[in-house]
């Protein structure tokens, strides 16, 4: 069930949450950017409901809602049993620095996760760190700015590098300790989400673990703020039922990530998979989450990873997570998805171009 509840009502709250609680059941609070907050009650909640006239009887509740979807607590509109529709605001995600600053995806400003694909030794990653904070600083968007940095890589074959694991993680931890910047890093296995995350700001799912729903409810229990990449072979729909596999554990900071999907066009090899940039159009329709774009796995190509993220703009994403690196020579150290890393240099002059696009043509569109 879900609840619109006007702002500063605690004493209402707390008597939802006493109630909530004693059907089994946990309260999340989703802060409007109006005038009402929306209250959720995570898990079945039909005998909760079953309550309704009391809850409705309580001061400050405007309505509340039993919705029927497959992904009740994301669904952007929701429908009661008598077929009224209530709009709920779309939610902000906020993640925050040792900088004390909070990056706020959805809060209507392009936020821009950087680094590279995997963390391979401390220097390579403490340089790219240092120049990603040098962007945030040069454009005076530091607190829209965070590092990306895998240490556990799914990869299709065997033999191929997997990342330095645990090992990964520390060298992320330094380069956080040393810019201030948080960073998002992926985890594949249910079992580890409690170890990673008690390091990373942010928990990446991978596009390969998009319907590995053990790990979506890990993910969901353990309530950090998460990435949830599209599965390659997922309709839209899936991935949002993915997206609910998190939230039904009580974590609703969830950012989504369309980053290309496997078609026979990319079969040519011009690019390495195909944005379906509608998909980002039609999730802001749908859910109340965060949207971002990831050109470097759609491009699969650092000379056209610049072109898709603009693209994407277009199309009203909350910000992007690119694949970079400090130094052209070191791109071709690389050990993982080497052809796509673009090099910071490169990377400033797209942020600029990002920023651009925001300030003076993305107002005219909304
Ligand atoms: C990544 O971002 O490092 C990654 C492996 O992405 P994806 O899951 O989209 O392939």
Redesign the pocket.
């Known amino acids: 069930m879900i609840i619109e509840l006007e702002r500063g009502r605690q004493a209402t709250l707390d008597q939802i949450r006493d109630l909530a609680v004693r059907f089994g059941n946990r309260v999340e609070l989703s802060e409007g950017t109006g005038v009402y907050d929306t209250v959720h009650i995570i898990g079945d909640s039909r005998e909760f409901a079953s309550r309704e006239s009391y809850i409705l009887g309580l001061p400050g509740v405007r309505a509340a809602w039993q919705p029927t979807g497959g992904y009740k607590n994301i669904a952007r509109v929701v429908r009661g049993n008598e077929g009224k529709a209530l709009h709920r605001e779309r939610r902000v995600v906020e993640v925050k620095g040792l900088d004390g600053k909070a990056r706020r995806f959805g809060g209507g400003k392009h936020i821009f996760v950087c680094g590279p694909?995997?963390p391979q030794t401390l220097e390579q990653t403490l340089a790219t760190a240092r120049m990603a904070r040098e962007v945030g600083e040069k454009f005076g968007i530091l607190d829209r700015v965070m590092l990306?940095g895998?240490a556990f890589?799914?990869r299709t074959r065997p033999t191929d590098w997997r990342g330095l694991g645990m090992k990964g993680i520390a060298i992320m931890d330094a380069a956080r300790e040393e810019t201030g910047l948080p960073y998002v890093t992926?985890v594949m296995d249910q079992n580890l989400v409690e170890q990673i995350g008690a390091h990373a700001d942010m928990l990446?799912?991978?596009?390969?673990?998009?319907q590995n729903f053990d790990l979506l409810e890990a993910v969901g229990r353990f309530g950090k703020p998460a990435i949830l990449?599209r599965g390659?072979g997922n309709e839209a729909e899936e991935w949002f039922y993915s997206a609910e596999y998190i939230a039904n554990q009580g974590n609703l900071d969830i950012v989504l990530?369309e980053?290309?999907m496997k078609t026979l066009y990319t079969k040519g090899g011009y690019c390495r998979n195909q944005p379906d940039l509608n998909a980002c159009t039609f999730a802001r329709k749908q859910t109340i989450l965060p949207i971002i774009f990831?050109p470097?796995?759609v491009a699969g190509d650092h000379r056209i990873v610049a072109e898709n993220l603009m693209a994407a703009c277009g199309h009203l994403v909350d910000g992007s997570?690119t694949?970079t690196v400090h130094t052209e020579a070191w791109r071709r150290e690389q050990l993982?998805?080497a052809g796509q890393a673009l090099v910071m240099d490169q990377y400033s002059i797209l942020v600029e171009a990002v920023l651009e696009y925001e300030t003076h043509v993305a107002p005219k569109m909304k």
């Open positions: 694909d995997s990306r895998g890589k799914p992926e990446q799912i991978g596009t390969r673990n998009a990449k390659f990530c980053r290309g990831d470097s796995h997570i694949e993982c998805d």
